[in-house]
């Protein structure tokens, strides 16, 4: 579960899916402006755009999500402008990313009650 009024940072450009951590850390500052340790969720494509990495820090340390499409790619939010590295997202439309959701032509939807 996504912490209510969390930032969420979608970088842009893609990375080598084999960074971990540290160079992902370096990556958050460099490409968003924001130290991975501010409580912000960072997101992180592959070049395919198959899989994607969440890097955030936890209150006890940094930790790495990792997911990887079976099928279809990850469909990146639009560029704010042509010069932007980075792009601020909310949680309901980083559940719709993780889902493998198009959300650019996301439009009010509900998404439906998960089951388990």
Avoid: Q
Avoid at 17 to 25: I, K, V
Avoid at 80 to 91: L, T
């Amino acid at each position: 579960m996504i912490p209510s009024g969390v930032e969420i940072y979608v970088a842009l450009e893609s990375v080598d899916m084999r960074l971990s951590f540290d160079r992902l850390s370096g990556l958050a500052k460099e490409r968003v402006g924001y130290d991975a340790r501010s409580g912000a969720l960072f997101i992180f494509f592959g070049k395919r755009r198959d899989a994607l990495k969440v890097l955030f820090f936890d209150g006890s340390g940094m930790a790495i999500f990792y997911k990887r499409l079976d099928r279809g790619t990850f469909k990146i939010p639009e560029a704010p402008s042509k010069s932007a590295r980075h792009v601020e997202i909310d949680d309901a439309t980083l559940e719709a990313l993780l889902d493998g959701i198009d959300v650019e032509k996301m439009t009010d939807v509900t998404p439906a009650p998960k089951t388990h």
